[in-house]
Structures are given as C-alpha cells and as structure tokens.
C-alpha cells in the first residue's frame, strides 16, 4: 500500500489576495500535493472551510503523514479537531509543519511551549545549511539549500530542544534561524520546516520539495503497535514472581530454559 | 533574596482517606513545605480549593519554583490557571512535578504527549539508579537511592525524550521507569521526579527530600531576561545593512572597530 | 545491491572454551553471520587472527556494516586498525557493538569515554524494555525482551548521552542498564546493544537476534556523500558577494530569480 | 575555596609573528588569564614548550577547569598528556576549548569524530545568536554577541549532537556555524566557543570575555564523587537476594521499614 499523505492549508490569502493566487492559483495545497503526487504517493487534501476542517475521523485515520501550512487563521481552527489530530500523532501519524504554521494550535500543542519568533518580510537572500548530513530528510540537499527572496525567520525560536536539528537558516539581513527540525511525541515523528511564504514561490523550488518528500517518508514511520500504554495509564496486573534464588554455580542456569534460550 | 517555592497539592486523599492521613497529617504539601523551609527557602503552599487554586497573579509573580502534587482531582483544576501556569514556565518559572503528577493537566500541556504509563500498587521494592552523575539534582544519592516500599511505575512512559535523563528505577515486580527526567521550556526548567504515592511514607525519606531539594534550586534558574521574543513572533524591523565589501588584504579590518575590538 | 555486513569477533572464547564451544560451535560470529544470511543480507566475517584483523582497507571499502564482538583480546586490536575502521565510521559505515565490545578500542575511540560499568556473573533473568517505541531498530520486540540467563551490566555506564535511548535493562539483582542506544559519528551511525554473553545461548534468541537485524539495516543508512569536510577543514574559497541593497518594496524581489524561484 | 582554573595555549604565533604578538604581548593565555583573575578566580598557565606541556599530574589535580587554545602545533602534544587530560576530564575537571582548539588531539579524543569544518579569512562580521537563553553560559549575552572582524568557520561541523547547543554564529560571506555548544564525558563538562582568532582582537571583546568566564563556572561542576565506576569495570559482587514474595494486602508493607520508610 502506498503512503496515505493529507495536506491541510488554511487556505485564505490564495483567495484574498491576486499576487498570492498568481503565484499558487490552486492554493499552496494544490501545489505541494501535486509534487508529491508524482512521486507515486497517495494524496489528498484539506482545507478548513470543509466540516470538519476536513479532518474527520475517517480521514485521519486513512492518513500516514499530515502536512500543515496556516497563516492568517490559526485561532479559526477548532479545539476539538485539534485535539483529534494530536491524538493520531501520538498513535503513530507523522506531521509536517510549514513555515508559519509555527504558531498553528497544533505545533504548540505537540512543543508546549510559545513558538514565538522574530520575523522580517525583505525579501532576503537566504541559505539552509545541512547540519545533520546523515539524516534521510537531508539527502539530496548538498551543503545547503539557497533560496533568493525570503520573509526571515530569526531566533530565539522557542521550541523545546529538537530531537535533531537538520538544518540552520543564513539571512542577509544577520540573522539566524533553526529551521529544520525533528521530534518524536508518542509513536509519531513531527518534522518542522522553515520554507514557505505565500508572497515568494518557495514551494516550486525543487529542493524545497524534495525535503518536504523526504519529510513526509521519514515522519510515515509509526513504529510498534504493541505499545497499548499510549494515552492510558493500565494497572500492570501481573503478580509478582518469584523471581531470585539465592546461590549460583558458574555455568549453571538459574532459570531452565523454556525454549531455544 | 532567597529562593520563592510554592508547593501545590489537591489536597484530596489527606482529607479523605486516614491512613493517608496518618501519614502526611498537613497535606503533602506541608510535609515537602517544612523540609524546604529548613533548608532555608521561602516556601509557601497551594491547594486546589482556595480561590484560583493558590495560584493567583500575584503568588505566581513572587514564586521562583512550582511543585505540583495531584493525584484524583487532575480534571478539576481550571484550563486558564494552567494556561497562567504554563506562561510562567515559559518566562522563567521552574516547575517540579512530583509522581502522579504525572497525568496532570499542565504536565501534559508542557509535554504535548499523554504522559500515559503502566502501574502496580504492590509495596515493591524500587531503586532509583543515577545515570546522569554529573547533573546537579543528583548530587548526595551516591549510585542509586532504595525506597522499600512503592507503587510501581513502568515503560513505556509517554513523554518527550528527556533533555537530560538523570535517574532510571528498577523495580522487584520486573520494570523499569525513566523516574528523573529534566526538560527547557522557553526559559523555564521542568523536573519530573517519580517518586511519592500517598500511602507510603515517601517523603519522609530523606534522599527523596534532598533530590527535592535539588531539584528546587536546579529549576529556580530563570536565565536571560533579553528574550523578548518569548511568547511573541515580534517584526524585527531593523533594515538590510550594506554587509558586504568585496575585497581583502590579508591583516586588514573590514569593519573598523567601534571600541576595543 | 544488499546491504554488506562484516561480523568481527575477536574468536578467543570458542576456540580456548569447550562450554562456549558447545554454544557457537563456528564461534559467534558465524552464528550472527548465518541468521543475517537467512534474511538476505551479504556477510562476511573476520578475526582477530587474520591479516589486518580481517579488516583490510578493501574489506572495509566493501562493508556497510560492521559488527564487533571482542572480550578477552581487545588490547591486541592494532591501533592503526583502529584508526582505519574510526575513519570510515566517520565516512559513513555503520557500526553495531555488541555485549562486551563496550570495551573495545573502537567503541572508546567513538565515545570519548571510559565506557565502564558494573556487571556479575549470575545466571539472573533479564528484561530489555522498550523506551523508544518509534525507533525502527525495537521493531518486532513488543513491550520487553526476556532474557532467561544472563549476565549482569549495571550502572553507571560511562557513555556520552544517547542521540537516541532505545531499551534498558531490568536484572534480577536489582540493577538497571542503558542496554540499547545510539550515536551519530560524523556521516557513520553506531548502535550499542547489550546482549549477548559467551556462556549464555543469547545469540539464538530470535528475539536478539531480530534487534541485530534491525540495527543493522538502520546502520546502513550513509547519508549524504557531499560533506567533503567531513575529516578536513577546508578553505572556503569563496569571496564575500556584494548580498545587501537597502531599500524593500512590498511584492519586489530583491534577488532576481536564476530560474524557478 | 576558589575555583582554580589552568589556561593552556601552544603559545606559538605570539613569538613568531609581531602582528599577533602586538594584539597579545604576552599570549592568549595571559590575556585571559589576566581577566579570569580580575573576576576572582585563581589561574594558573601553562604552555607548550614547559615539562609535560605544563601539564603534569599535580598541575592538573589543582586544576578544576582548564582551558586550551592550540593552532599551529596540535601534532606537537604528546599523547600521553593527551591520556592524562582525558582521565581528568571523565573524573570531573572542567574543559574549556578555544576557537582552532576544534582540532586538538584532546577535543578530537573526547569527541570521537574529525571536528573538521571549513574556514575563511576575511575579517569578516560574525553575530553569535544564543539559541538556549536558559543556560547559564549564555547570560550577559542578550539576543547575540557582535564581533566586527572575524576568521568565518562553516558548517558542517564534525562534532557529535551537543547535548546542548548555545550559540549559533551567522558571518557576513553566507555560512552558519554551531559557535558554542556543550557536551558530558564521565563525570566531566567540556564547553566548546568558537570565537577568538590570533590576528583579531577577539579576546579583549568584554562579550567573549564574560562568556569565557560564564563558561569556566559551568563547567567546574564535577559532580557526584561516589560514581567509582568511571574507567573500569567492577564486578559487583553482592549476591542475589530473595526479593519478592507473591502476595499483596493493600496498605500492608512487604518490606519493614528499617527507619523512617
């Protein structure tokens, strides 16, 4: 079976604003499903003006990676869905976070903290310098990625400590930021990605896309479904065993094997 | 100034239950209160019935270190004082939870997993191994602290992998637990610290006590006052600078220096 | 082309032991080697008593992955196969160390630290619990392994901090062990696991033996081979470019796009 | 009784070359000795060019923290002092590395890795940006740390992951570099700051200077003295004991309590 992407975009400044819709006329959505599409995966996508933000159950069930770009309207994003979401992620679901959807409900909720940062729109010059170059999610990106015209992002980014830090961003104007970035949380994997302004054609650049392919292969992996505890606290109920006698001779074995071992 | 704690506690079982009673006659939080304060803290104390919990502006302005103690009334405590909990952390406030803290409300928020474990009520045995001799919260437990009797807590542990992991337990019914664990958030230092159930004498024991009080000091660090951008993505509005001169003689300075350097 | 693994054991034991004998007849390394074979990988083996401990620059040029299993010998291992086998971890081959191997020259090297522990021979039962259940090297493992004989290794472990804590160890004597975990070393992964004594039948425990096959596929992964620094410091030749106009007009772009972007 | 801290510079450039020596009459290493004593410390040097490098066993049991810069004579160091440095470090004694100390014999032992990078010389401007404002190192610092003129250093940088990362640097001609950051090794702390080039006047900035102090305080934390593992293996001979009778009365205590628990 292939792997079931859903990407999510608020879908807003595409249909307010002409310049955003002359750069992305289906809506960033469109854009990157379209990409990833061709890479033989299996994909759909949502929006929030669909009941449900378009995350139903079914949806998110059917769904190995989500992909979430907002921007103007995180506050419209209802609680409840928010919390579906986190609680697929923590069953196994990877997430992919877009640019802005730094402040989404749903990254905050799966960092704990802010994600406030510092912001500039220049239209600067900026580069993406590989710091892990034997992660999968950096593959193909050489030494770093340069894009010529972006908004800024700068530090102090506040973000718990990434479980890896992929890349870190180079400004013009001075400034520096993490902008490539891993977590786990339960049995999902998030991956944060800087690139992406509605103004600039970031998500035709080809090796923005290629990272938000191996993004999406990488956080896919939802690891050992024999792992019931997750959002529980079960009462172990074994008894206690009996479990230690007292003296040992040098290679005797204390407890017979039941099997090979 | 000396360090401000506030202990929290529900307060719930104390009241309900005498021979919990009979062991923590004041509450949890007065036994925990009276050992900090003879270390020479300043140290008050929180219940989940005194109006907004304890945990006014005011108190949470003048308080250096949180520890929180809940058990049977997670879901009693108000969403907007663990919203003005978390905020604090976010600014600097150390937080300390204690055992079935657990699967409180703002230990989860901070987490952004379920904090989901396995459990055994069976007075086994535990030893709370150090694994991180180099941390300040384990100095004075030399290799591992024994507590005779305790509820058993066991892997897996939904939590966010630890920013540092400082004591694993081991315990006689055959699990082991990740029971000291510290994590940043924005400015603020979180220790979880595993043990503590409320019918056993847990805290009279005075290595757990003197990891308390460890784990106090080590979380009052607040750090740098400048990161203004906590909380905020503020525009960074100064503009491009001409950086970028072309050329260099090797002893030259490109940028003549302001003062000494 | 299948994954290329080399197993390396010192191979002391089996030949000086009839007991170890009677457990890995064709010594521990041919037993790792034909399970690895049976799921399709391409094995080779090596000993400390061949030429360049087996370990030539073409051998290694040929390896994926190695594994190393040392004991009673590891001060015979020649430093400059040392060396050899450290730059091409760096370069990107896996590394797998097994049970004992905890004091080999190579796992110090890659450390930087004593590697040192507590152990006891014992016959004691021994539980592996996972801790990182998304991590594809505890696939297949459910919630511990169990193993019925074992001997003991207790903390503290003088290792660097895990990039990744996989299982710990519960023993019978009451002690606990960081058994499962790994490390980035420049482009190279290197993956530690406990198991596996000469006087104990743990290398026929299928479930052993799946987690050796698990590390191993995810040792394999190189990572990006355009890093040329790796191992270097190389003159970034590179004049500084003239990046910086000062002026922004909303919707302008400052940098001209080469082609798409 | 103070912290005694023990500055190590190859002290090479300073005599060859009267540039270097016009911005450090009498070394780095007095130059930064001079300013960790005018904050209270007690500091010793030691050179190159002296018995053991200065560094002999008794010199180095007096030392809580030392620091080192070497450049051009990193081959010069003996490897048995290499040895001796290195078993200070895992019993406790702090490490403080300087700039083209990345390359040192005794920061490439500790880390296991190449740490090679790549380099420019074009007194170029270099803003260090703290991305951990809760690290006690990184205060007196604000948002970043200005230098005018600058050697660049670049990604990617062959160190393992930090365990904590503090600084990130952005220079003028377009890379990124991980300036500062923190690692464990045994019971000891090693902090590596990338500033401080030999023909720009770097250790007189008050900035660097007041990081170098925050940083030879951290690290003279050398923890729990009871961890007498570190660098063997010692067999631990307590014998098995009879842990775990089958049955559980709640409230009843299986273990009696010896004292207060």
Chains 1, 2, 3, 4 share one sequence.
């Not at 975009?9 to 289906?26: A, L, T």
């Not at 102090?156 to 104007?173: K, N, Q, R, Y």
């Not at 938000?212 to 024999?226: I, P, S």
């Not at 006698?245 to 074995?253: E, M, Q, R, S, T």
Request: glycine share 8%; charged share 25%.
């Amino acid at each position: 079976m292939s792997l079931r992407v859903t990407v999510w975009n608020e879908f807003v400044h595409e249909r307010n604003n002409e310049f955003v819709r002359s750069i992305y006329p289906d809506g960033i959505h469109e854009q990157i499903a379209g990409h990833l599409r061709a890479q033989g995966l299996e994909v759909r996508t949502a929006t929030l003006d669909r009941p449900d933000h378009g995350l139903t159950p079914e949806v998110l069930d059917a769904t190995d990676v989500l992909m979430w770009w907002g921007h103007a309207a995180h506050d419209k994003v209802r609680d409840d869905i928010v919390d579906r979401v986190q609680q697929r992620v923590l069953h196994g679901m990877g997430l992919v976070v877009l640019h802005s959807g730094h402040f989404s409900k749903i990254f905050k909720r799966l960092m704990g903290t802010s994600c406030g940062l510092t912001w500039r729109e220049a239209a600067e010059r900026e580069r993406l310098w590989v710091v892990s170059p034997n992660h999968p999610i950096t593959q193909g990106c050489g030494r770093f990625i340069e894009i010529p015209n972006a908004e800024m992002y700068g530090e102090f980014f506040d973000i718990p400590d990434p479980d890896e830090l992929l890349f870190v961003s180079w400004f013009e104007g001075g400034e520096v930021f993490r902008s490539g970035a891993v977590w786990h949380r339960g049995r999902g994997r998030v991956f944060y990605f800087r690139p992406g302004h509605e103004t600039f054609p970031i998500f035709h650049h080809p090796q923005v896309l290629q990272v938000l392919a191996n993004g999406v292969r990488w956080c896919a992996f939802a690891g050992n479904d024999q792992m019931v505890s997750i959002g529980q606290a079960p009462n172990q109920k074994e008894p206690l065993e009996e479990l230690s006698p007292k003296d040992y001779v040098a290679g005797a074995l204390r407890h017979p094997p039941a099997s090979v071992c």
